[in-house]
């Protein structure tokens, strides 16, 4: 079936550093791959989308380009914040539903 | 647009009591889900309803918890009676093209059975 598998948490890194978050999946065809954001205390964000291959899903400084040959979809952010501090939740569209991956803690010291 | 609304924010309640949270989606988005977040088990898919009927409640945990979707507006998530481990946060989501928007989360509803 449709599985999405993320990077182990949690992720510590300082501010201005450089944030890759690794998301691979498994699942029939070409789904839509999504990027959520969840803040403390609140719900899941979407973040980010790419609804075809090659697509690249871009927001907050935050980017995520689908390759379909790596089944792939990870995101990336050049300097981060400690308002950046959050965990962060790779998707795919399976059938009718979204599919999760279990989350990537990340904190960001200043 | 309110986004999706979630009642109540906090509930706090005694083991054996019913509780029942409450949702109100999106106008329009045909598609409703109820989620459940805890450190230990992540997020849980509860159940999901497409057009106001149940698609998959495959879910629920146990007969315990019971959700309905009597109009497009409007969703309960029951449990009867409650237990401590059903301690978390409730989410509710919702959405129109699943493929093209993803679902937008309510605020969710945390639960403390005492």
């Known amino acids: 079936g449709d599985s999405v598998t993320q990077m182990e948490g949690p992720v510590t890194l300082s501010e201005e550093a450089f944030l890759t978050i690794n998301c691979t999946y498994t699942?029939?065809?070409?789904?839509?791959l999504f990027w959520y954001v969840q803040y403390p205390g609140e719900g899941l964000q979407l973040l980010l989308k790419?609804?075809?291959?090659?697509d690249k899903g871009s927001n907050k400084g935050f980017e995520a380009t689908y390759r379909k040959e790596t089944t792939s979809f990870h995101l990336e952010k050049g300097s981060v914040q400690v308002s950046d501090s959050a965990v962060y939740f790779c998707?795919?569209?399976?059938?009718?539903?979204?599919?999760f991956g279990q989350g990537t803690r990340l904190t960001i010291n200043p | 647009d309110a986004g999706v609304i979630q009642s109540p924010r906090h509930e706090v309640t005694e083991m054996g009591q019913e509780v029942t949270l409450r949702c109100k989606p999106i106008?329009?988005?045909?598609?409703l889900f109820w989620y459940r977040q805890t450190m230990m088990r992540g997020l849980e898919l509860l159940i999901y309803?497409?057009?106001?009927?149940?698609?998959?409640d495959s879910g629920m945990p146990e007969d315990r918890f019971s959700a309905k979707m009597p109009n497009a507006s409007f969703s309960t998530l029951k449990i009867q009676p409650s237990e401590p481990r059903d301690s978390a946060v409730y989410f509710c989501?919702?959405?129109?093209?699943?493929?093209?928007?993803?679902?937008?989360f309510g605020s969710g509803t945390r639960l403390t059975v005492v």
């Open positions: 989501a919702s959405s129109l093209v699943i493929g093209l928007y993803g679902y937008t």
């Open positions: 699942a029939t065809g070409y789904p839509s």
């Open positions: 790419a609804t075809k291959a090659d």
């Open positions: 998707a795919l569209k399976g059938a009718q539903k979204l599919v």
């Open positions: 106008s329009g988005h045909d598609y």
């Open positions: 309803f497409n057009n106001n009927v149940p698609i998959d």
